[in-house]
Protein backbone atom coordinates (compact mmCIF):
# COMPACT_ATOMS: atom_id res chain seq x y z
CA UNK A 1 0.00 0.00 0.00
CA UNK A 2 2.97 2.62 0.91
CA UNK A 3 4.10 1.77 -2.49
CA UNK A 4 1.13 2.32 -3.97
CA UNK A 5 0.19 5.66 -2.18
CA UNK A 6 3.62 6.99 -3.31
CA UNK A 7 2.95 6.21 -6.91
CA UNK A 8 -0.12 8.09 -6.83
CA UNK A 9 0.68 11.12 -4.02
CA UNK A 10 2.49 13.35 -6.96
CA UNK A 11 -0.49 13.46 -8.65
CA UNK A 12 -2.76 14.16 -5.79
CA UNK A 13 0.07 16.92 -4.71
CA UNK A 14 0.29 18.60 -8.15
CA UNK A 15 -3.73 18.78 -7.88
CA UNK A 16 -2.87 20.52 -4.26
CA UNK A 17 -0.75 22.91 -5.50
CA UNK A 18 -2.34 24.05 -7.81
CA UNK A 19 -5.40 24.48 -5.28
CA UNK A 20 -3.06 26.18 -3.06
CA UNK A 21 -1.29 28.60 -5.64
CA UNK A 22 -5.49 29.59 -6.29
CA UNK A 23 -6.54 30.10 -2.89
CA UNK A 24 -3.25 32.39 -1.70
CA UNK A 25 -2.69 33.71 -5.32
CA UNK A 26 -5.00 36.75 -5.94
CA UNK A 27 -5.91 36.04 -9.58
CA UNK A 28 -8.64 35.50 -11.66
CA UNK A 29 -9.58 32.50 -13.12
CA UNK A 30 -9.19 33.55 -16.79
CA UNK A 31 -5.87 34.19 -16.00
CA UNK A 32 -5.30 30.02 -16.78
CA UNK A 33 -6.92 30.58 -20.33
CA UNK A 34 -3.55 30.28 -21.82
CA UNK A 35 -2.06 26.90 -19.51
CA UNK A 36 -5.35 25.52 -20.82
CA UNK A 37 -4.26 26.36 -24.21
CA UNK A 38 -1.42 24.88 -23.81
CA UNK A 39 -2.22 21.75 -22.65
CA UNK A 40 -5.84 21.03 -24.25
CA UNK A 41 -4.25 22.04 -27.62
CA UNK A 42 -0.76 21.24 -27.64
CA UNK A 43 0.75 19.41 -24.43
CA UNK A 44 -1.53 16.79 -24.12
CA UNK A 45 -2.44 15.86 -28.36
CA UNK A 46 1.25 15.96 -28.61
CA UNK A 47 1.38 12.96 -26.12
CA UNK A 48 -1.59 10.73 -27.31
CA UNK A 49 0.10 11.49 -31.08
CA UNK A 50 3.56 9.83 -29.55
CA UNK A 51 1.84 7.26 -27.69
CA UNK A 52 -0.02 6.02 -30.70
CA UNK A 53 2.14 6.39 -33.75
CA UNK A 54 4.69 3.99 -31.90
CA UNK A 55 1.87 1.30 -31.34
CA UNK A 56 1.64 -1.54 -33.94
CA UNK A 57 -2.01 -1.27 -35.88
CA UNK A 58 -3.22 -4.47 -34.73
CA UNK A 59 -3.43 -3.25 -30.99
CA UNK A 60 -5.54 -0.45 -32.19
CA UNK A 61 -8.70 -2.55 -33.83
CA UNK A 62 -9.85 -3.68 -30.79
CA UNK A 63 -13.47 -3.52 -31.20
CA UNK A 64 -14.49 -5.17 -27.96
CA UNK A 65 -12.44 -3.86 -25.79
CA UNK A 66 -13.78 -0.18 -27.42
CA UNK A 67 -17.32 -1.76 -27.48
CA UNK A 68 -17.13 -2.56 -23.09
CA UNK A 69 -15.63 0.54 -22.52
CA UNK A 70 -17.89 2.87 -23.90
CA UNK A 71 -20.70 0.63 -23.25
CA UNK A 72 -20.14 0.83 -19.48
CA UNK A 73 -19.66 4.47 -19.57
CA UNK A 74 -23.30 4.35 -21.29
CA UNK A 75 -24.73 2.30 -18.88
CA UNK A 76 -23.85 4.54 -15.73
CA UNK A 77 -24.74 7.68 -17.74
CA UNK A 78 -28.34 6.01 -18.76
CA UNK A 79 -29.08 5.20 -15.24
CA UNK A 80 -27.71 8.68 -13.25
CA UNK A 81 -30.05 10.13 -15.90
CA UNK A 82 -32.88 7.87 -14.87
CA UNK A 83 -32.61 8.72 -11.35
CA UNK A 84 -32.24 12.33 -11.95
CA UNK A 85 -34.95 12.68 -14.20
CA UNK A 86 -37.43 11.34 -11.62
CA UNK A 87 -35.91 13.53 -9.07
CA UNK A 88 -35.90 16.53 -11.39
CA UNK A 89 -39.48 15.84 -12.01
CA UNK A 90 -38.87 15.32 -15.88
CA UNK A 91 -36.23 17.88 -16.20
CA UNK A 92 -34.14 16.41 -19.11
CA UNK A 93 -31.26 18.90 -18.86
CA UNK A 94 -31.21 18.97 -15.36
CA UNK A 95 -30.40 14.79 -15.66
CA UNK A 96 -28.25 15.05 -18.78
CA UNK A 97 -25.61 17.53 -16.39
CA UNK A 98 -26.37 14.45 -13.91
CA UNK A 99 -25.73 11.43 -16.03
CA UNK A 100 -22.71 13.22 -17.31
CA UNK A 101 -21.36 13.98 -13.73
CA UNK A 102 -21.61 10.06 -12.99
CA UNK A 103 -20.11 8.59 -16.26
CA UNK A 104 -18.09 11.22 -17.48
CA UNK A 105 -14.21 10.85 -15.67
CA UNK A 106 -11.33 13.13 -15.82
CA UNK A 107 -9.78 11.03 -18.33
CA UNK A 108 -8.18 13.68 -20.23
CA UNK A 109 -6.21 15.52 -17.34
CA UNK A 110 -5.52 12.52 -15.04
CA UNK A 111 -6.00 9.09 -17.13
CA UNK A 112 -2.90 9.25 -18.84
CA UNK A 113 -0.19 10.30 -16.29
CA UNK A 114 -1.95 8.06 -13.56
CA UNK A 115 -2.31 5.15 -15.88
CA UNK A 116 1.38 5.14 -17.43
CA UNK A 117 2.87 5.49 -14.15
CA UNK A 118 0.82 2.33 -12.67
CA UNK A 119 1.51 0.16 -15.72
CA UNK A 120 3.98 1.55 -17.59
CA UNK A 121 3.97 2.53 -21.65
CA UNK A 122 1.57 -0.85 -22.48
CA UNK A 123 -1.46 1.77 -21.22
CA UNK A 124 -1.12 4.23 -23.31
CA UNK A 125 -3.33 2.42 -26.40
CA UNK A 126 -6.40 1.89 -23.86
CA UNK A 127 -5.99 5.34 -22.34
CA UNK A 128 -6.24 6.98 -25.62
CA UNK A 129 -9.16 4.32 -27.08
CA UNK A 130 -11.00 5.30 -24.35
CA UNK A 131 -10.31 9.05 -24.60
CA UNK A 132 -11.09 9.27 -28.03
CA UNK A 133 -14.68 6.95 -27.87
CA UNK A 134 -16.07 7.96 -24.24
CA UNK A 135 -15.59 12.12 -25.56
CA UNK A 136 -17.29 10.99 -29.08
CA UNK A 137 -20.05 9.59 -26.47
CA UNK A 138 -20.33 12.80 -24.45
CA UNK A 139 -20.33 14.99 -27.23
CA UNK A 140 -22.91 13.19 -29.34
CA UNK A 141 -25.25 12.62 -25.86
CA UNK A 142 -25.28 16.49 -24.52
CA UNK A 143 -26.59 18.19 -27.06
CA UNK A 144 -28.66 15.41 -28.28
CA UNK A 145 -30.33 15.30 -25.06
CA UNK A 146 -30.48 19.18 -24.50
CA UNK A 147 -32.08 19.44 -27.80
CA UNK A 148 -34.68 16.94 -26.96
CA UNK A 149 -35.48 18.44 -23.50
CA UNK A 150 -34.96 22.33 -24.39
CA UNK A 151 -34.86 24.53 -27.41
CA UNK A 152 -36.85 22.39 -30.26
CA UNK A 153 -36.86 25.23 -32.43
CA UNK A 154 -33.03 23.79 -33.75
CA UNK A 155 -33.55 21.73 -36.79
CA UNK A 156 -32.00 18.19 -36.65
CA UNK A 157 -29.81 19.24 -39.09
CA UNK A 158 -28.14 21.93 -37.26
CA UNK A 159 -27.71 19.88 -33.93
CA UNK A 160 -26.36 16.28 -35.33
CA UNK A 161 -23.54 19.77 -37.58
CA UNK A 162 -22.53 20.81 -34.43
CA UNK A 163 -21.98 17.25 -32.86
CA UNK A 164 -19.90 16.46 -35.55
CA UNK A 165 -17.84 19.58 -35.63
CA UNK A 166 -17.56 18.89 -32.26
CA UNK A 167 -16.22 15.70 -32.36
CA UNK A 168 -13.91 16.20 -35.20
CA UNK A 169 -12.32 19.19 -34.28
CA UNK A 170 -11.07 18.27 -30.71
CA UNK A 171 -7.64 18.41 -30.66
CA UNK A 172 -7.15 15.30 -28.85
CA UNK A 173 -9.82 13.20 -31.14
CA UNK A 174 -7.73 14.53 -33.86
CA UNK A 175 -4.36 13.80 -32.38
CA UNK A 176 -5.26 10.44 -31.41
CA UNK A 177 -6.82 10.23 -35.90
CA UNK A 178 -3.37 11.34 -36.65
CA UNK A 179 -1.44 9.60 -34.47
CA UNK A 180 -3.47 6.06 -35.78
CA UNK A 181 -2.41 7.39 -39.35
CA UNK A 182 1.34 7.74 -38.38
CA UNK A 183 1.27 4.06 -37.14
CA UNK A 184 -0.55 2.61 -40.43
CA UNK A 185 1.91 4.01 -42.73
CA UNK A 186 4.72 3.13 -40.02
CA UNK A 187 6.31 7.31 -40.22
CA UNK A 188 8.48 8.59 -37.61
CA UNK A 189 9.22 12.44 -37.30
CA UNK A 190 12.71 13.63 -37.66
CA UNK A 191 14.73 13.70 -34.56
CA UNK A 192 14.34 17.70 -33.45
CA UNK A 193 10.57 16.89 -34.27
CA UNK A 194 10.66 13.69 -31.85
CA UNK A 195 12.27 16.04 -29.12
CA UNK A 196 9.99 18.34 -29.30
CA UNK A 197 7.08 16.01 -28.86
CA UNK A 198 8.67 14.51 -26.09
CA UNK A 199 9.29 17.86 -24.29
CA UNK A 200 5.73 18.27 -24.69
CA UNK A 201 4.35 15.21 -23.86
CA UNK A 202 6.40 15.70 -20.18
CA UNK A 203 4.61 18.30 -19.54
CA UNK A 204 1.13 17.47 -20.22
CA UNK A 205 0.32 15.92 -16.88
CA UNK A 206 1.55 18.64 -14.28
CA UNK A 207 0.29 21.38 -16.07
CA UNK A 208 -3.04 19.89 -16.71
CA UNK A 209 -2.95 18.87 -13.03
CA UNK A 210 -1.88 22.29 -12.03
CA UNK A 211 -4.59 23.88 -13.91
CA UNK A 212 -7.15 21.53 -12.85
CA UNK A 213 -6.19 22.01 -8.76
CA UNK A 214 -6.28 26.24 -9.44
CA UNK A 215 -9.85 25.22 -11.28
CA UNK A 216 -11.55 23.90 -8.28
CA UNK A 217 -9.98 26.37 -5.37
CA UNK A 218 -11.41 29.10 -7.60
CA UNK A 219 -15.06 27.64 -7.79
CA UNK A 220 -15.70 27.33 -3.88
CA UNK A 221 -18.01 24.89 -2.37
CA UNK A 222 -20.99 26.38 -0.86
CA UNK A 223 -22.70 23.51 0.09
CA UNK A 224 -23.07 19.89 -0.48
CA UNK A 225 -26.21 19.03 -3.22
CA UNK A 226 -27.90 16.09 -2.12
CA UNK A 227 -27.74 14.72 -5.38
CA UNK A 228 -24.03 13.23 -4.75
CA UNK A 229 -25.67 10.55 -2.61
CA UNK A 230 -26.09 8.83 -6.12
CA UNK A 231 -23.78 10.76 -8.18
CA UNK A 232 -20.32 9.91 -6.38
CA UNK A 233 -21.09 6.11 -5.47
CA UNK A 234 -21.99 5.89 -9.14
CA UNK A 235 -18.63 7.38 -10.39
CA UNK A 236 -16.39 6.42 -7.91
CA UNK A 237 -17.24 2.81 -6.99
CA UNK A 238 -19.78 1.46 -9.40
CA UNK A 239 -18.34 2.70 -12.79
CA UNK A 240 -15.53 0.80 -12.09
CA UNK A 241 -17.43 -2.67 -11.53
CA UNK A 242 -19.18 -2.08 -14.93
CA UNK A 243 -16.48 -1.80 -17.01
CA UNK A 244 -14.35 -4.59 -15.07
CA UNK A 245 -17.93 -6.95 -15.44
CA UNK A 246 -18.60 -5.63 -19.26
CA UNK A 247 -14.83 -6.53 -19.95
CA UNK A 248 -15.24 -9.97 -18.85
CA UNK A 249 -18.47 -10.60 -20.63
CA UNK A 250 -16.98 -9.20 -24.48
CA UNK A 251 -13.60 -10.77 -24.50
CA UNK A 252 -10.10 -12.20 -22.89
CA UNK A 253 -8.09 -8.76 -23.34
CA UNK A 254 -4.52 -7.90 -22.01
CA UNK A 255 -4.53 -7.74 -18.21
CA UNK A 256 -2.53 -4.07 -18.49
CA UNK A 257 -5.95 -2.98 -20.80
CA UNK A 258 -8.00 -4.08 -18.18
CA UNK A 259 -6.56 -2.50 -15.43
CA UNK A 260 -6.13 0.82 -17.07
CA UNK A 261 -9.94 0.38 -17.94
CA UNK A 262 -11.03 -0.09 -14.32
CA UNK A 263 -8.35 2.84 -13.60
CA UNK A 264 -9.94 5.28 -15.83
CA UNK A 265 -13.62 4.52 -14.96
CA UNK A 266 -12.87 5.47 -11.06
CA UNK A 267 -11.65 8.60 -12.19
CA UNK A 268 -13.76 12.01 -10.70
CA UNK A 269 -15.65 14.06 -12.65
CA UNK A 270 -14.61 15.77 -15.44
CA UNK A 271 -13.99 19.51 -15.22
CA UNK A 272 -15.71 19.34 -18.89
CA UNK A 273 -19.15 18.49 -16.83
CA UNK A 274 -18.99 21.64 -15.17
CA UNK A 275 -17.84 23.41 -18.54
CA UNK A 276 -21.27 21.87 -20.33
CA UNK A 277 -23.64 22.85 -17.34
CA UNK A 278 -22.24 26.50 -17.79
CA UNK A 279 -22.62 26.60 -21.51
CA UNK A 280 -26.30 25.09 -21.39
CA UNK A 281 -26.90 27.20 -18.22
CA UNK A 282 -28.41 24.14 -15.96
CA UNK A 283 -27.11 22.63 -12.61
CA UNK A 284 -23.76 25.11 -12.67
CA UNK A 285 -22.69 25.38 -9.13
CA UNK A 286 -23.76 21.69 -7.85
CA UNK A 287 -21.96 20.73 -10.87
CA UNK A 288 -18.72 22.30 -10.06
CA UNK A 289 -19.42 20.97 -6.56
CA UNK A 290 -19.77 17.18 -8.16
CA UNK A 291 -16.18 18.26 -9.31
CA UNK A 292 -14.74 19.32 -6.20
CA UNK A 293 -16.16 16.24 -3.96
CA UNK A 294 -14.95 13.78 -6.25
CA UNK A 295 -11.81 14.93 -7.15
CA UNK A 296 -11.23 15.03 -2.66
CA UNK A 297 -12.47 11.58 -2.58
CA UNK A 298 -10.92 9.87 -5.23
CA UNK A 299 -7.59 10.03 -3.29
CA UNK A 300 -8.81 7.30 -1.39
CA UNK A 301 -11.13 5.32 -3.88
CA UNK A 302 -8.39 4.93 -6.70
CA UNK A 303 -5.27 4.79 -4.05
CA UNK A 304 -7.78 1.41 -2.84
CA UNK A 305 -7.95 0.52 -6.07
CA UNK A 306 -4.78 0.30 -7.14
CA UNK A 307 -3.87 -1.38 -4.20
CA UNK A 308 -6.64 -4.23 -5.07
CA UNK A 309 -5.37 -4.33 -8.50
CA UNK A 310 -1.83 -4.93 -7.98
CA UNK A 311 -1.92 -7.46 -5.58
CA UNK A 312 -4.33 -9.54 -7.36
CA UNK A 313 -7.06 -9.31 -5.05
CA UNK A 314 -9.20 -8.21 -8.12
CA UNK A 315 -8.53 -10.45 -11.05
CA UNK A 316 -8.57 -9.52 -14.55
CA UNK A 317 -10.91 -11.22 -15.91
CA UNK A 318 -14.28 -11.34 -13.96
CA UNK A 319 -15.63 -15.09 -14.98
CA UNK A 320 -12.08 -17.15 -15.23
CA UNK A 321 -13.30 -21.12 -16.56
Known amino acids: MIEIIGLISPFFVLIGLGFGAGRIVDRPLEGLAWLNVFVIYIALPALFFQLLARTPVEKLASIGFIAATTLATFVIFAVGFVLALVRSRADIPVATI ?16 IAMAAFGPAAAVPVALIFCFDNILHFVMAPLMMAVGGDRTRPPGVVAREVLLKIFTHPFILATIVGVAAAIVQFR ?25 VTLALRPLKRVPMELSTIVPMKLLVQPVVAWLLLGVFGDFDPIWVQTAILLACLPTATNVFVMAQQYGVWVERASATVLVTTVLSVGTVTLLLFLLSSGLVPTDPFPQ
Do not use: D, K, V, W
Request: hydrophobic share 45%.
Open 98 to 113: QGLAGAYGNIGYMGPG
Open 189 to 213: PPEPIERLLELLANAAAPCALFAMG
